[in-house]
């Protein structure tokens, strides 16, 4: 953060669940060992629940399959958010107390989304990569498992389209704040926004994959409409930072 203010110190947690990229192929992630060091998952689940953020980049740099791109798009809406909360808390100034705390508060409810969406995503790869695991040795076989595929196919898509919507939120909060916020958190507005930029840019390739996958074609405009909303968000975004910079600079 810019200028004299000063922040509550403490420890940085992290609170996420595993997400692979979903993709249609529903392949795992490919990496090769690092001298057969192993970064296991924490003990119990395949969720990270209370984890510093070394052992999270380095699992996710790991050759496990997961944490992958959906849990950093995930965790990328989540800072986001978590940077709105904070710039909002920095600007209540008499005249802005009221709407600055509704910002806050509402990007404190988009936090635990974002983050669930990280175990969505998880259990939607799960989903995934066991229908393509299905045999298909019969015609009755190959029916089921092509039914069971689309509709994996389908749940898959769920999390990146709601990651877009929770993205697009956040830049619109960033949007918000830029006309009123203390301007010592202005940079903190920016990354908050870039960060809900990169979230959404990350959900929409994921969507996409999925989306050229579905053979159900009201399936697919649904989420197609997810894709023009991300379109937009990520232009949003990119325009808000150029004007926060050209303000900055003065």
Same mark, same amino acid.
């Given at each position: 953060?810019?200028? *004299?203010? =000063?922040? $509550? ?13 979903? &993709? ?8 090769? *060992? ?6 296991? $998952?924490?003990? &119990? ?6 984890? %510093?953020? @070394? ?16 849990? !950093? ?10 940077? =709105? ?16 705390? /509704?910002? #806050? ?12 969406? +990280? ?7 799960? !989903?995934?990569?066991? +229908?393509?695991?299905? $045999? ?23 999390? $990146?389209?709601?990651? =877009? ?16 916020? %203390?301007? %010592? ?23 996409? =994959? %999925? ?6 074609? +009201? ?6 409409? &997810? ?9 949003? #975004? +990119? ?7 050209? /303000?900055? @600079?003065?």
């Amino acid at each position: 953060m810019d200028g *004299p203010c =000063i922040r $509550p110190a403490g420890s940085v947690r992290l609170t996420t669940g595993t997400g692979g990229g979903l &993709g249609s192929c529903g392949r795992h992630r490919l990496r090769a *060992p690092r001298g057969g060091r192993q970064v296991p $998952p924490p003990e &119990g689940a395949a969720v990270i629940s209370s984890e %510093n953020v @070394r052992a999270y980049v380095e699992r996710m740099a790991s050759d496990e399959p997961a944490p992958g791109g959906g849990a !950093a798009g995930a965790l990328q809406a989540a800072l986001g958010a978590a940077l =709105i909360a904070m710039s909002a808390r920095y600007s209540t100034a008499s005249e802005h107390t009221d709407r600055a705390r /509704r910002a #806050a508060d509402r990007a404190e409810e988009l936090i635990p989304r974002a983050l669930g969406l +990280a175990d969505a995503d998880a259990e939607a790869f799960g !989903a995934l990569s066991a +229908a393509y695991t299905l $045999p298909k040795d019969t015609a009755e076989e190959k029916a089921e498992r092509s039914r069971a595929v689309q509709e994996a196919t389908a749940g898959a898509a769920r999390p $990146p389209r709601e990651l =877009i919507g929770v993205g697009t939120e956040v830049v619109g909060l960033a949007r918000e704040l830029t006309g009123w916020c %203390n301007p %010592n958190v202005l940079s903190d507005v920016a990354a908050a926004s870039e960060a809900a930029r990169a979230a959404v840019a990350t959900a929409m390739v994921t969507l996409e =994959i %999925n989306v050229r996958a579905l053979k159900d074609a +009201a399936t697919r405009e649904e989420l197609r409409a &997810g894709l023009a909303e991300g379109e937009r968000a990520v232009e949003d #975004a +990119a325009e808000l930072t150029r004007l926060i910079r050209e /303000r900055v @600079r003065g």
